[in-house]
């Protein structure tokens, strides 16, 4: 039975730092080319770069968590439910019927009675 290896990250020194990042300050250096010669993954190049200028800290700050506010927001208007329309056409003869929303059920009902 084999014990699978953890993986570790490797530390780099402060020496290996500063070597690379000169070479990449040298006139027409790739950061990619780089960090290849050294073994390294251009990101975390890049990312050296960024803390040595000052634009990137080192460690990620924490934000402490803010306060809920409650934003009051308006009931939508109450819009008066439509009226239900059927328009039945047999041949020449042609029937138009009105019907509120509110008394849908009997509308099904009576339209189911119509069709039987």
Do not use: Y
């Amino acid at each position: 039975m084999e014990v699978a290896k953890q993986a570790r990250r490797r530390k780099h020194g402060a020496q290996l730092k500063a070597q690379v990042l000169a070479r990449c300050a040298q006139p027409g250096a790739s950061v990619a080319r780089v960090a290849l010669e050294h073994g390294l993954n251009a990101n975390l190049v890049h990312r050296w770069r960024r803390i040595a200028e000052g634009r990137e800290r080192s460690r990620p700050t924490v934000h402490p968590v803010s306060e809920f506010i409650a934003l009051p927001i308006e009931a939508p208007a109450v819009v008066p439910p439509a009226d239900i329309r059927i328009e039945l056409r047999r041949g020449t003869l042609n029937v138009s019927v009105t019907w509120p929303a509110s008394a849908a059920a009997e509308c099904a009902h009576w339209v189911r009675e119509l069709l039987r």
